[in-house]
């Protein structure tokens, strides 16, 4: 459940207002509140969300810093052969 509000009591007096009667005002309250509470559900993320996210960021960034030590090894390895032949 999210944590942005919804006033229902303020909506179905708007309703009202407007000409709805009160079982009109109500049912469509009803019909407005489950529909904001379904979007809102599936679209914004939780904090467990984030804290999974965050902990695939900090592997990721952890295989990058391998990824470049990987890398600066095989070039220091291949600029050593190149060398080597280049001296014989």
Known sequence: MSAIT???LKYTKRLRDAGYTEQ???????????CLNEVLD???ATR???HGLEIKITKIETDI???KWMSGVVIGGIIALLIRGFMH
């Open 6 to 8: 919804f006033d229902t």
């Open 24 to 34: 009109q005002a109500e049912a469509a309250t009803e019909a407005q509140r489950d």
């Open 42 to 44: 599936s679209t914004l």
């Open 48 to 50: 467990q969300d984030i």
């Open 65 to 67: 810093v391998h990824l």
